[in-house]
């Protein structure tokens, strides 16, 4: 039973700024794609950014230039560095991963697994 365990988030001023951890049992992160999405209060969950198994990554615009996902396959642990965090950052955010190739990593449909959620509150 694969698992993804988030941590990391926290209650923060904008301009500030989070790394967000996501644990996986069963090797996981080492072959299969991996992203992080985010549910506002009221609104869908969306795409924040994805990496392909060979390490292509993909970002939302409003978070392009902002936020870094990263992954340590020895670790079994995905990462996402958030900085400068504005108020509309404020989210759940989940990691989600599969162990095969994603064609879209924006689409959730193309995950198997995802985590529980952390919150990330940023006042402004």
């Known amino acids: 039973q694969v698992q993804l365990v988030e941590s990391g988030g926290g209650l923060v001023q904008a301009g500030d700024s989070l790394r967000l951890s996501c644990a996986a049992s069963?090797?996981?992160?080492?072959?299969?794609?991996v992203a992080w999405f985010r549910q506002a209060p009221g609104k869908e969950r969306d795409f924040v950014a994805g990496?392909?198994?060979?390490?292509?990554?993909s970002y939302a615009d409003s978070v392009k230039g902002r936020f870094t996902i990263s992954r340590d396959s020895d670790q079994n642990t995905v990462y996402l560095q958030m900085n400068t965090l504005k108020p509309e950052d404020t989210a759940v955010y989940y990691c989600?991963?599969?162990?095969?190739?994603?064609?879209?990593?924006?689409?959730?449909?193309?995950?198997?697994?995802w985590g529980q959620g952390t919150q990330v509150t940023v006042s402004s």
């Open positions: 989600a991963a599969t162990r095969t190739w994603v064609t879209a990593p924006f689409r959730q449909s193309e995950y198997d697994y």
């Open positions: 069963g090797g996981l992160f080492g072959r299969g794609a």
């Open positions: 990496m392909r198994g060979g390490g292509t990554t």
